[in-house]
């Protein structure tokens, strides 16, 4: 699939962009704060519903954007999608609620209205019409970061090919919070000297495993997968990288850490009896605690090379190549899923890459993706300009304006 045309109205530091795009190779180029990350940011947001960057929605809208007649500050962003089974188009409208004397940037809330094909949707009509794989330096953190980015990885790429996943994720976080508020008042209770109503317990972990145990099969499936494309990216990768060690070539691997042992089961029935299983062990703890203590919201997977956790063990090459490994693997997997290929999103992800790397990287982009959308500060990176020139339409970015050059 690939976007042809992309629109913003108010959307961060754009006040207006009517950008039509091709497939092939298509690079931004900017110095910093120019808006290139966030011609990115909007593929995704059209994609996913959310920003791939953390903080809230009501950033999104233009800080000079004003309400009009009554009805707020709003960003508004479209995205036309050629796909495999037919074009779509996706509109997202953000609405900043502003309480009064509130300053623009700080004070409010914002809530999102979806279009799709010009006709009001949910959220979750929308995600998974259009896929993207975003690639940017902080997704180091997917290596070194904690536990719940992974978890948070895990959950927007599965989501984006899988509604049933979705379903569940967003069910499942729900459970635990009520599940988590029953177990606190229970510890009350008995406190109070009162015994604990075991029915209701059941009735809550029956909610529990009947969600989590289907993202705990997707989860473990997926990284399977991903594993397997990984594995053999990874020692191309590492073949191309002198300061690595060979031997490191051929093992990497994804390692699934589920939060209770899965040794031997793949199948929802089965998982969902080990999961019953565990929380009947963890009963009293979790009863002491007052929270859940099993189950996919406490899973983990790791990054290893040489049977070792490269999170600790391994050098900052050995961290990029592992995540360049994922990220060009999510590429392959997300068209097995769906069965076509997903546009891909490189934000300044060159730069830190050596020349021969960048190179490998461009050539398996440019075969595994209809649309590759990269930015970049300096086109140096390319190599030779003019053969950049005959495989990529060049844009110039400049203070949220972006310039055919
Ligand atoms: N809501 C907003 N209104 C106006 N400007 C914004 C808003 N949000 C972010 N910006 C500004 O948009 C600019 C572009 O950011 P970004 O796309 O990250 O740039 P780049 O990736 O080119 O470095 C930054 O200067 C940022 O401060
Ligand atoms: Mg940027």
């Not at 191309?236 to 209770?260: C, H, I, R, W």
Request: aromatic share 6%; hydrophobic share 40%.
């Amino acid at each position: 699939m690939y976007c042809q045309r992309l629109t913003l109205k108010d959307f961060r530091n754009y006040r207006r962009l009517d950008l039509s795009l091709s497939r092939g190779l298509t690079v931004f180029q900017g110095e910093n704060a120019s808006g290139k990350t966030t011609l990115l940011e909007a593929l995704y947001l059209l994609a996913t519903t959310k920003s791939p960057r953390a903080g809230s929605d009501q950033e999104l809208v233009n800080f000079g954007a004003e309400a009009e007649f009554g009805a707020p500050a709003f960003a508004r962003l479209t995205g036309e999608v050629d796909r495999q089974d037919g074009e779509i188009e996706a509109e997202i409208l953000i609405l900043r609620d502003q309480p009064p004397g509130a300053d623009a940037s700080t004070g409010g809330t914002a809530r999102k209205r979806i279009k799709v094909n010009g006709t009001a949707r949910r959220s979750i009509d929308l995600i998974g019409k259009i896929n993207v794989v975003l690639f940017s330096p902080e997704d180091l953190d997917l290596v070194i970061g904690s536990p719940s980015l992974r978890r948070r990885y895990l959950d927007s790429t599965l989501s984006q090919i899988d509604h049933r996943y979705l379903r569940h994720w967003q069910d499942y976080a729900k459970v635990v919070a009520q599940r988590n508020g029953f177990l606190r008042n229970v510890r009350e209770r008995q406190n109070r000297g009162r015994s604990p109503g075991r029915d209701e317990m059941s009735i809550w972990n029956e909610e529990l495993v009947k969600n989590g145990a289907y993202l705990i099969k997707r989860r473990l499936e997926a990284l399977q997968s991903l594993n397997g494309l990984a594995a053999a990216t990874h020692a191309k990768l590492t073949g191309l990288d002198s300061s690595l060690m060979p031997e490191a070539a051929n093992s990497f691997q994804l390692v699934y850490l589920p939060s209770f042992d899965l040794q031997g089961v793949s199948d929802e029935a089965a998982i969902a009896a080990r999961f019953e299983a565990r929380l009947t062990e963890v009963r009293a703890q979790e009863l002491q605690r007052g929270v859940s203590l099993a189950g996919p919201h406490r899973d983990d997977f790791a990054f290893m090379v040489e049977e070792a956790n490269i999170a600790t063990y391994g050098s900052r090459g050995q961290q990029r190549t592992a995540v360049l490994s994922l990220k060009l693997a999510e590429v392959g997997w997300m068209q097995a899923q769906t069965g076509d290929r997903p546009i891909l999103l490189l934000d300044d992800i060159l730069s830190e890459l050596d020349v021969h790397r960048r190179q490998y990287v461009l050539d398996t982009v440019t075969a595994r993706a209809d649309q590759i959308l990269i930015t970049a500060t300096d086109l140096a990176f390319f190599g030779d300009q003019d053969a950049l020139r005959e495989m990529a339409a060049l844009y110039l970015v400049e203070g949220g304006a972006v310039k055919r050059v």
